[in-house]
């Protein structure tokens, strides 16, 4: 058993006790995975589809290219300097990484005068801009896990992005407070086609369902908001749901002693989503007037949470921020890398995706560098790519939880010749 103060041989076969998942934001903790003599890792505890894969992964290459050429690390990055010391306005995008790796984008852009944007800065400014309008009450995974018993789901099965999450917050069989978990409720609101079965009890009670198509849910949160607030609804129905149906949830809100209205912004995927998450945020907070309730944004893939975190703590900003005038400065709809492409203000563009080799830079004619998972599927060849280590398997790391309140050390799994994200980067800062 390999513990994260012990000296460990990361080339022998062994098991590894209490590994961290990066490849969702829930970040599990509980995994065991067997090391082979080959490197190869099998995760033989609590196991779910999406960690299986992200944990089975052996790397196809650890040499870099240059317009797709192999070549040697310090060439590479020669190359990645040369490009970047020739742009006007960079643009450090993905950003798919852990802290450390984080914090060394953060420098690189100062020093190059760069935009940053996340892959996932779509949807997690749905909620930023939320948060930043109005402030939020939301709570963590650990409280959820202790106290919840009315969970409110909305547009979302949360298992299509959160495999574990009802196995391991709501029908965990402990509490710290001696609660009995079969009891909990769920409710979804919103959303078609879900799979509503793991919000089934173990006592097997059936979740409340009350579907709509997402881009209604701003209405139909507003009816449930006015209920609440106690104003005439005069419809009887809205986007398909009974206002009488929305009634009775209201009331089981009001009578829950610890209520949880949770959200994946990535589901939200329409026009003004954040309208929706403004009256989530609305009902919880009328909620609290006379009980308890918390909001619950699920998020934290590709390392965006902790992306944002570092980001404001070094420049004031979340991503979507920009050196480019010497001084960090935030315009959360200019700074997006669809739009700094489509309007050619960007010339020069590194692409970051540690986690996951699925991710892939947005096309642009622009020259382009990407950084990241060894088995990154691209379909163009970039001017320079460069395999770097994947936090949590071949390097150390710190990756910030799905509900930005705990950060989870990431282990490092077994032994490499891959440099770490934040060697590649510091090498071009210093080049420049
Ligand atoms: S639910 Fe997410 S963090 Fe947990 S094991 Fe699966 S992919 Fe990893």
């Avoid at 590479?76 to 914090?103: C, F, N, V, W, Y």
């Avoid at 890398?337 to 010339?347: F, H, I, K, M, S």
């Avoid at 150390?396 to 077994?414: N, T």
Wanted: charge should be negative.
């Amino acid at each position: 058993m390999e513990h994260l103060s012990q000296a460990i041989d990361l080339s022998s076969p062994g098991t590894i006790e209490a590994v961290t998942c990066p490849a969702c934001g829930l970040l599990c903790d509980d995994l065991s995975v067997e090391r082979h003599a080959d490197g190869a890792l099998k995760v033989i505890k609590n196991p779910c589809a999406k960690g299986v894969k992200f944990f089975q992964y052996t790397p196809k290459t650890t040499q870099p290219r240059i317009a797709g050429k192999p070549s040697d690390l310090q060439a590479a990055i020669a190359k990645a300097t040369e490009i970047l010391g020739g742009a006007k306005h960079p643009l450090l995008s993905g950003l798919g990484t852990d802290i450390q790796g984080m914090r060394a984008v953060m420098n690189l852009a100062e020093k190059s005068g760069a935009t940053i944007d996340h892959m996932n800065g779509k949807s997690s400014m749905r909620n930023l801009l939320v948060m930043q309008n109005s402030g939020w009450q939301i709570t963590t995974l650990t409280e959820v896990k202790n106290r919840v018993d009315l969970l409110l789901v909305v547009g979302t099965d949360i298992v299509s992005y959160f495999s574990r999450f009802f196995e391991r917050n709501i029908w965990n069989p402990e509490t710290m407070f001696g609660q009995d978990t079969s009891s909990r409720e769920v409710v979804y609101l919103g959303g078609r086609d879900l799979d509503t079965s793991h919000g089934v009890s173990p006592k097997g009670v059936q979740p409340t369902v009350l579907p709509c198509d997402v881009a209604q849910l701003p209405e139909v949160l507003g009816v449930l908001r006015a209920i609440l607030l106690g104003k005439k609804v005069i419809a009887t129905e809205v986007a398909g749901i009974q206002v009488a149906d929305l009634a009775k949830l209201a009331e089981r809100l009001q009578a829950a002693k610890y209520s949880v209205v949770a959200w994946t912004a990535s589901a939200l995927d329409f026009p003004h989503a954040e309208l929706a998450i403004q009256n989530i945020v609305g009902i919880v907070d009328k909620l609290n007037a006379t009980t308890r309730s918390s909001g619950l944004p699920l998020s934290g893939s590709e390392g965006d949470v902790g992306a944002y975190n570092t980001s404001s703590w070094i420049s004031g900003y979340p991503f979507r921020m920009s050196y480019r005038n010497d001084y960090p400065d935030y315009e959360p709809h200019h700074y997006a890398t669809d739009r700094l492409l489509a309007e050619g203000q960007v010339d020069a563009m590194v692409w970051i995706s540690s986690f996951n080799p699925a991710r892939l830079p947005p096309a642009s004619k622009i020259p382009n560098i990407v950084i990241g998972h060894p088995n990154l599927e691209l379909e163009t060849e970039p001017d320079v790519f460069i395999p770097v280590a994947v936090p949590g398997i071949e390097t150390k790391g710190i990756q910030f939880r799905s509900d930005s309140s705990v950060a989870l050390p990431l282990k490092q799994l077994r032994a490499t010749d891959l440099p770490t994200l934040g060697d590649v980067l510091s090498a071009i800062e210093a080049g420049l």
